[in-house]
């Protein structure tokens, strides 16, 4: 159930029009039948996996500050270990078994071993990379001290499950979430207007731009025969804004949908496209995912690491972790070191690059623009390690994007098309960039505003993508 489809808009329908009328804890047990009811749609045995997660890490939150408050460390670290395994087994089997399996395979072959085991066709459950971080960081934050545990098994079970940010986040914490579950909510006009605005914006950018960029996205270019660096080029210009859109998209609709429940979720991206280097980027793409991986897995491995260059090879580590999220595949893997070694690099530089913005006068402007081409082109051509089906095919678009320097009689029309459906979002942008202001839509005068969603509403009716296109986020 997609939420640019029918039969979500008829669902939020019906269970909004329940919520607003009824109390705080009945809206919480209508929440949770709702986002049960969302998840099992796609298939019901992925309620089986949830609810074990939940289960475990609810338990495993009351048992860790109670042993915590006996002074039993050894015991609150058994029940986090619990948690780990349990929720990193489940993911680890659904997303990685087959990966692991095939690795393991050829890595024996070249001693000459030949090891044979059987693949899986395993199901990967939708959004299980998003809720299992959601679910885990709270076993590690009751265990850290960070947060206290609950004991309403209920409002727990919501705040793993909350169907607006299930599938592809953001990625929530438990301090920031909860408190939102439990007090009573109220729903203001900020509210409405917000998520009006932002659920008009998520789904133009994911049906009006992302799914109408598909036909001209590298892969698709790439697949057609004797492709020429002029093509592959736009098409990875389509690809950037593709993904961008397709992602950002499902998050604007998540804050959107839960804005009109009068929930705050955060925001997971930032003008990620005007950053001027490798580290500002990460700081300001997926923002959820980044803020994770620097608590729980960057910062307890810098500390870990014995070493004069430990905060590097944390990088270094975090990055490939992150690649390996995306995806059971070495290319994700080498996709997660590619962009370790430009911000550890970025890092190392940094000292040089702050004289010259201090000292260099107007160069420094020209630097300024010279870190956006390199930080850009640094994501498109990173993108095809993520989009290509193998690292062969990554060597071969490679081989033709910098050897080649042909074009087709295409390749200008389709740069063009691309530009047309990508405007919008180059227009808002600049607008929130100018600004400073991710929200000056919503103060522009009001007949300007409207004038711009009616200008919005006519090109999804009018060149807006057919079919519902699955978000690209769902298979991770």
């Not at 299980?128 to 004991?151: E, L």
């Not at 789904?203 to 799914?211: L, M, N, R």
């Not at 590097?312 to 070495?330: E, N, R, S, V, Y």
Request: hydrophobic share 50%; with cysteine; proline share 3%.
């Amino acid at each position: 159930m997609l939420f640019n489809s029918g039969d979500f808009f008829f669902f939020f329908l019906v269970v909004y029009v329940l919520y607003v009328s009824i109390p705080h804890r009945a809206q919480n047990i209508l929440l949770l039948a709702a986002s049960y009811f969302f998840y099992g749609y796609w298939d019901w045995r992925f309620l089986i996996l949830i609810f074990i997660s939940t289960v475990v890490d609810y338990f495993s939150g009351i048992s860790i500050k109670s042993a915590r408050d006996s002074l039993n460390q050894t015991l609150a670290k058994r029940w986090l270990i619990l948690s780990l395994m349990v929720n990193l087994g489940i993911l680890g089997f659904f997303k990685y078994f087959n990966f692991f399996a095939d690795s393991f395979s050829s890595f024996m072959s070249l001693f000459g071993w030949e090891v044979s085991i059987t693949t899986l066709n395993i199901i990967l459950p939708v959004g299980i990379s998003f809720y299992t971080f959601q679910t885990m960081s709270y076993s590690i934050d009751v265990f850290r001290g960070h947060t206290k545990p609950t004991k309403h098994f209920a409002d727990f079970a919501l705040f793993v499950s909350f169907f607006p940010q299930l599938m592809a986040g953001p990625i929530e914490r438990f301090k920031k979430l909860f408190p939102q579950i439990q007090n009573k909510r109220s729903i203001t006009y900020n509210h409405l207007t917000e998520g009006g605005w932002l659920i008009l914006w998520g789904v133009f950018k994911k049906v009006f731009i992302a799914d109408n960029m598909s036909p001209y996205t590298f892969w698709s270019v790439y697949s057609l025969e004797s492709p020429n660096a002029g093509d592959l080029y736009v098409g990875c210009i389509a690809f950037v804004f593709q993904m961008y859109c397709d992602f950002s998209g499902y998050s604007d609709m998540a804050r959107g949908l839960a804005s009109l429940l009068g929930f705050k979720l955060s925001i997971n991206f930032n003008l990620p496209y005007f950053t001027t280097n490798p580290s500002k980027f990460w700081q300001k793409w997926h923002i959820t995912l980044g803020y994770w991986l620097r608590d729980y897995c960057y910062g307890p491995l810098a500390k870990a690491i014995k070493n004069k260059h430990n905060k590097k090879l944390a990088l270094i580590i975090t990055f490939a972790l992150a690649g390996l999220w995306h995806g059971a595949d070495l290319r994700f893997i080498f996709w997660g070191i590619a962009w370790s070694i430009a911000v550890s690099t970025h890092i190392i530089c940094q000292p040089l690059l702050s004289i010259i913005k201090k000292e260099g006068g107007k160069f420094k402007n020209l630097l300024g623009i010279l870190g956006w081409i390199y930080t850009m082109h640094f994501w498109i051509f990173t993108g095809i390690i993520f989009v290509s089906a193998n690292l062969t095919n990554v060597w071969e678009a490679y081989t033709i994007l910098f050897t080649d320097f042909t074009y087709s009689d295409n390749t200008f029309k389709d740069f063009l098309t691309v530009i047309y459906f990508g405007w919008p979002l180059i227009f808002v942008q600049f607008a929130q960039y100018l600004s400073k202001d991710l929200d000056i839509i919503r103060k522009w005068p009001i007949p300007v505003k409207f004038s711009f969603y009616i200008i919005l509403l006519f090109l999804l009716l009018v060149s807006g993508a057919e079919g519902g296109a699955e978000f690209i986020y769902f298979q991770f």
